[in-house]
């Protein structure tokens, strides 16, 4: 009798949780759109506003490069505070300090300043990252990460869709400065949206429970020694070298300083073309999130990396010789609908490198690995650039999409389909 009065009331609390966590998907991805949109009104555009404000190209090159290592090497602080206060407090801490370096940004032409609290950005981000991955990957069941991660990029393709085309047609009439300063609000109001209708997760177990206990420094020091042992055995270190890759070609590409350079130099576009070929690409993959998150469900993330990966570098290089904006942004569209599958594939292979506790550490420890040794793309590329000629990066990234492309076929099965066969 008693058990069966018990039932119901624990499948009403399943589900409550349930819901309750379910939500952080949506508020995470919500308040990313209304970020976004308020950060790719100019964000995309950084090459060529330090150019302006009397940035070198090598000093560009440099200046993206230490942004890199700025998003890459706190990862492994954002990991410890992830797991030793929270998912939570990873996100809305550092998203204060953020606003501020906004609203700063906005107070100055001088390219080391702007440089310097852009970095200040990045490191705030860095923070954040590791507990973005965990906290969508923990509040869905395992068999629906993929749609979660999915979800998110569909948020993501959005602001990368709608920030560029609102900063094509508001840039003539408002400075940069202004938007930058606005980019500063946007972020204050998702900083507070996340602060009040975030659930914490308990590292893959459900919604905390008040009063929970954090975990203690020797807990987590035992932690990171089981995370190092994990990033360290061969599944661990087969995704390290499949994400220092993987990363390399984003920080050469979409975050990198080569492409809005090259499409100004070489293909002609002014700034507000520049903005709506990144709107292009972002529109188009929108559709494809949804439906890659499905067929990583179906066929593992690894395989969908390795085909969505190989995809990219043709259209990429085809992009090269775009005989007119109207191709360009086409080509362009293409080529990021295949990097965008890519980053859903990555997010939910790595998410999966350390189940429980650790999830946050491990996550940073990875994030700092790859993004540190891929920093190093962007400065010496633009080193080569000066003495090898223009198409050096783009060299350097057909180089990196095909060794990912080599390591991926060389991987075999997919690891999750390894686990169920044993």
Known sequence: MLLIAATPGRRRASWSSALALERNVVVMSSTLLLLLSASFTWQRLTPLILRDYGATDVGVGIAVGLFS?????????????????GRKVAIVLPGLVAVVAYLLMGLTRNWLAVAGLFLVKQIMGAIQAPSFAAILAESVPRERRAMAFAVFQVATGLGYTI????GAFLMETYTIQLLMQVNGYALAVATLVRWLWLDETAWGSGAVSNGAAPTGWRDTRASARLV???????????????????????????????IPLYARDRLGMDKAQVN?????????????SLLAGRLISRHGPRVVLLGAVAAFGPFLAAWLGSPSFVVGAWLFAAAYVFLQVSVIAYDTLRAGLVDGQGRGLALGILGALTGTVAALGPPLAAWLQQ????????????????????????????AHRRRQVT
């Open 69 to 85: 290592i700025g998003h890459a090497l706190p990862q492994v602080l954002g990991g410890i505070v992830a797991d030793r206060w």
């Open 163 to 166: 920030g560029p085309v609102i």
């Open 387 to 414: 003495r090898m000629g223009y198409l050096t990066p783009f060299v350097v990234t057909f180089a990196a999409v095909l060794l990912l492309v080599v390591v991926l076929a060389g991987q075999g099965r997919p």
């Open 276 to 288: 709506l070929m990144f709107s292009a690409g972002p529109l188009v993959a929108i559709g494809v």
């Open 228 to 258: 190092w042992a994990a990033v360290m055995a061969p599944p661990g270190r087969a995704i390290l070298i499949t994400g220092t890759l993987f990363v390399l070609i984003m920080t050469m590409t979409v975050q990198g300083p080569f």
